[in-house]
């Protein structure tokens, strides 16, 4: 197993990733559809598994640290005047992300029979 030091070294490698992301200058808008959804989606999935991973016994404190690093970035994005704009959909295909790495991860953790390891393993 990878130690825990550096599962969270990802975990905070992949949040700094999205937020840079997320707030750095763009001069290109979003594209038409869906596909920005998903891609906001995709992005929370990813961090909401990877967080569950660093943090196994916290996924309550994860869910809510990443909604509330999901909303708050939306209200950045509309404060900022670098090409983003805050977009409440953007802040729910982020909900629905988080929400779907949780139920991925409850259900593995159920098939596998696996029950989160103390915080120090």
Same mark, same amino acid.
């Given at each position: 197993?990878?130690?825990?030091?550096?599962?969270?070294?990802?975990?905070?490698?992949? +949040?700094?990733?999205?937020?840079?992301?997320?707030?750095?200058?763009?001069?290109?808008?979003?594209?038409?559809?869906?596909? =920005?959804?998903?891609?906001?989606?995709?992005?929370? %999935?990813?961090? /909401?598994?990877?967080?569950?991973?660093? %943090?196994?016994?916290?996924? /309550?404190?994860?869910?809510?640290? *990443?909604f509330a690093a999901?909303? +708050?970035?939306?209200?950045?994005?509309?404060?900022?005047?670098?090409?983003?704009? +805050? =977009?409440?959909? =953007?802040?729910?295909?982020?909900?629905?992300?988080?929400?779907?790495?949780?139920?991925? /991860?409850?259900?593995?953790?159920? *098939?596998?029979g696996d029950r989160?390891?103390?915080?120090?393993?």
């Open positions: 197993m990878i130690p825990r030091p550096l599962r969270i070294a990802l975990l905070l490698l992949a +949040g700094l990733t999205v937020l840079w992301g997320s707030l750095a200058p763009s001069s290109i808008p979003p594209g038409p559809g869906l596909w =920005d959804k998903a891609q906001h989606a995709a992005a929370y %999935f990813g961090l /909401t598994v990877i967080g569950a991973w660093a %943090f196994p016994r916290r996924l /309550t404190a994860l869910a809510a640290s *990443l999901g909303v +708050g970035i939306e209200i950045l994005q509309s404060m900022m005047n670098l090409g983003r704009q +805050g =977009d409440p959909a =953007d802040a729910l295909a982020n909900t629905a992300g988080i929400a779907a790495g949780l139920i991925l /991860t409850l259900a593995a953790r159920r *098939l596998i989160p390891r103390a915080e120090g393993e």
